[in-house]
């Protein structure tokens, strides 16, 4: 059973940092891809970051320049480091794993809350 955990999020200022983690398990980790997605309150799930097995990343504009991702593949993890953070990335971020040509292995997490507000 693939379970993926995200962890890391919180409340914090304008201009601060966080560093979200996802834990997969139950599938090989290192041939998918992984990427964190956003759910504003009234909005649709948007793409914030993906990487891909070999290790490519790409960014929604958005986040260019401020958002990092990055994984582990000896520990089976995925991270976002997330800095200079505005209040428009109040949102759950959510945990994603892909694989396949048309992405026949799809997972998704339960999602963590970040919110930026002072």
């Known amino acids: 059973q693939v379970q993926l955990v995200e962890s890391g999020g919180g409340l914090v200022q304008p201009g601060g940092s966080l560093k979200l983690s996802c834990a997969a398990s139950?599938?090989?980790?290192?041939?998918?891809?992984m990427g964190w997605y956003r759910q504003a309150p009234g909005k649709q799930r948007e793409l914030v970051a993906l990487i891909n097995s070999s290790g490519t990343t790409n960014y929604a504009d958005a986040v260019k320049g401020r958002f990092t991702i990055s994984r582990d593949n000896a520990k089976n993890m995925a991270y976002l480091q997330m800095d200079s953070l505005k209040p428009e990335d109040t949102a759950v971020y959510y945990c994603n794993a892909y694989a396949g040509a048309r992405r026949q292995f799809d997972f998704w997490g339960q999602g963590t809350q970040v919110t930026v507000s002072s």
């Open positions: 139950g599938l090989i980790f290192r041939i998918y891809g």
